[in-house]
C-alpha cells in the first residue's frame, strides 16, 4: 500500500511556526484527536498549512483499481455511475444522515459515502465527472468503499445536468433512467421468496403524455409507493428497464428515487385521451379503464370519511394503546379524507361507484374546508339526507375501473377522476 510521506512537509511547518519536529507532530495529533480519528495525518498537515500560510502540497492521485484498504491522504478521479437514495438514521440519541454514489474511472469502481454535512454540501448526480481530495479506503463485505477524510473536499470537475426521458423512448436493458409522469393504475402488492431471499413488489401503471407502461416497485421502493395514490405526479430516477411480457417494463431497484414532482405534467385524462373509451354500464368489463356517463339517484349510508396520514396519505390502522399508526411514518395525528358512494345509472342499468378524495369533494361540491366544517356541524345522518336531496339526478362523468367487491361480489365502479362536462 502507498504510504504518504509527511516528514517534508512538517519540518517546513516547524521551521515556519519557530517550533520543533515534534512539537508540529503533537499538534498534528491533536487536531487528529479533536475530530475524532476522521481527520488523516495528511488531513492535519493541510490544515497546518493553511493556518500558517504555506502553500498546499498536490495530494498523490491514485487510480481507483489500485485502491487498497487503509490507504488514506489520497485522491482518486472519476464519472459517478449509479447515485443511491439518501438515508437517514439514529444512533446513541443522535440524527445522521448519509448518501452514497459509485464511482469509477476505467480502472476499477468503488462506492463512495458522504455522512452528514457532506450530503447537504455537494450536489452529485449521475455522468458527473468528479475528483475526491483526501479520502480514507477500506473495506466492507469484501468491497472496497471510500469515504472523505474531515477535511477531505469533492470537486464537481464537470457536472451533468439531470435528464429526462420520455416513455415512449424507454427500450428494454436501459439503466440509470429518469422519467416524470403519472401514477395511473396500483395493483396489489405481492410477497415472494426465492432459494436465497424475500421480498416484496408493487407493480402499478405509469404514464404520461406519450405512452403508458407496466412499472414494478421492489422491496423499499414498494413501501414507497404505498405513499402515494393514483393520479399523483412523480419523478422516478434512477430506474431501469427490462422486456415484459407486454412491452418495455420500467423497474425501481434499491438505486431508484421517487419523489412528488414540480415539474408540469399532463393531467390523466389528456394522457389518457387516445386510450380510453367510453362505454354503458351494461358493456363494464373488471379492471378495464373506462370513461361512464350517467346521473346519480342515491347517496350510499355511509361515514364519509376515513383517517390518513397527513404525511403520505396512507390509510391509518389504530395501536393498542389506542394511538393512529401510519405503516410508513409511525405514529401520527391522523387526517380525515372523504369518501362517498353513490348509485349511478344510465339508460343501460346501474352500478355503485366510489369517490375518494378530491373527487369526492368535487361531487359534494365542497372545499375541504367546507367539507370539515359539515362533518363537525351535523350528523351522519343529516348529512346523507341533505345529500341525497342536493345530488339526486346530478349528472356525472367518470373515469375509473370496475371490480368485484371484496366482500359482496358484486360489481362497483372505482373514480378515478370526476371530468367536466
Known amino acids: 500500500m502507498t504510504e504518504i510521506d509527511n516528514a517534508p512537509q512538517i519540518k517546513e511547518i516547524a521551521e515556519k511556526m519557530g517550533k520543533s519536529v515534534e512539537e508540529v507532530q503533537e499538534l498534528i495529533h491533536a487536531k487528529i484527536q479533536k475530530f475524532s480519528g476522521l481527520l488523516t495525518e495528511q488531513g492535519a498537515v493541510y490544515m497546518l498549512q493553511k493556518e500558517v500560510g504555506m502553500k498546499q502540497e498536490a495530494l498523490e492521485q491514485v487510480e481507483i483499481g489500485k485502491l487498497q484498504e487503509g490507504m488514506k491522504g489520497v485522491e482518486v478521479k472519476g464519472i459517478v455511475g449509479a447515485v443511491f437514495p439518501l438515508k437517514e438514521f439514529e444512533k446513541n440519541g443522535k440524527k445522521g444522515k448519509l448518501k452514497s454514489f459509485v464511482l469509477s474511472d476505467g480502472t476499477g469502481e468503488v462506492r463512495v459515502t458522504l455522512w452528514n454535512d457532506q450530503v447537504d454540501k455537494y450536489d452529485i448526480t449521475t455522468g458527473s465527472e468528479i475528483c475526491l481530495n483526501n479520502i480514507l479506503a477500506s473495506k466492507y463485505n469484501d468491497k472496497m468503499q471510500v469515504t472523505l477524510g474531515f477535511n477531505g473536499v469533492a470537486t464537481i470537475l464537470n457536472k451533468k445536468e439531470e435528464s429526462f426521458t420520455t416513455l415512449s423512448e424507454l427500450k428494454a436493458g436501459m439503466g440509470s433512467v429518469n422519467v416524470v409522469g403519472r401514477i395511473m393504475r396500483k395493483f396489489p402488492c405481492k410477497d415472494f421468496e426465492t432459494s436465497d431471499r424475500k421480498g416484496k413488489v408493487c407493480s402499478f401503471q405509469f404514464g404520461d403524455e406519450t405512452a403508458l407502461l407496466r412499472a414494478s416497485a421492489w422491496n423499499d421502493k414498494a413501501s414507497e409507493l404505498a405513499g402515494y395514490n393514483e393520479g399523483d405526479a412523480v419523478e422516478i430516477k434512477n430506474a431501469y428497464t427490462k422486456e415484459g411480457k407486454f412491452g418495455v417494463e420500467l423497474h425501481l431497484g434499491y ?155 358484486t360489481s362497483e365502479f372505482m373514480a378515478k377522476e370526476v371530468m367536466r362536462q
Not at 401520527?332 to 348509485?343: E, F, I, L, M, Y
Open 255 to 409: 438505486t431508484a428515487h421517487l419523489t412528488t414532482t414540480q415539474k408540469k405534467v399532463p393531467d390523466l385524462m389528456e394522457i389518457l385521451k387516445e386510450s380510453v373509451v367510453e362505454k354503458k354500464l351494461n358493456s363494464l368489463m373488471d379492471n378495464e379503464n373506462v370513461i361512464i356517463s350517467g346521473k346519480i339517484t342515491n347517496i350510499v349510508p355511509g361515514n364519509f370519511n376515513y383517517l390518513i396520514c397527513e404525511k403520505c396519505g396512507k390509510k391509518l390502522s389504530k395501536s393498542d394503546l389506542g394511538g393512529l399508526i401510519c405503516e410508513a411514518c409511525g405514529e401520527v395525528k391522523g387526517k380525515k379524507n372523504p369518501v362517498v358512494s353513490a348509485t349511478v345509472e344510465d339508460d343501460t342499468g346501474r352500478i355503485q361507484v366510489t369517490f375518494f378524495g378530491k373527487n369526492a369533494l368535487d361531487i359534494f361540491g365542497w372545499s375541504e374546508e367546507e367539507f370539515n366544517k359539515e362533518l363537525e356541524e351535523k350528523s351522519v345522518d343529516r348529512l346523507l339526507a341533505e345529500l341525497n336531496g342536493k345530488l339526486n339526478d346530478k349528472p356525472v362523468k367518470v373515469y375509473g375501473y370496475q371490480r368485484a367487491n371484496s366482500f359482496s361480489g
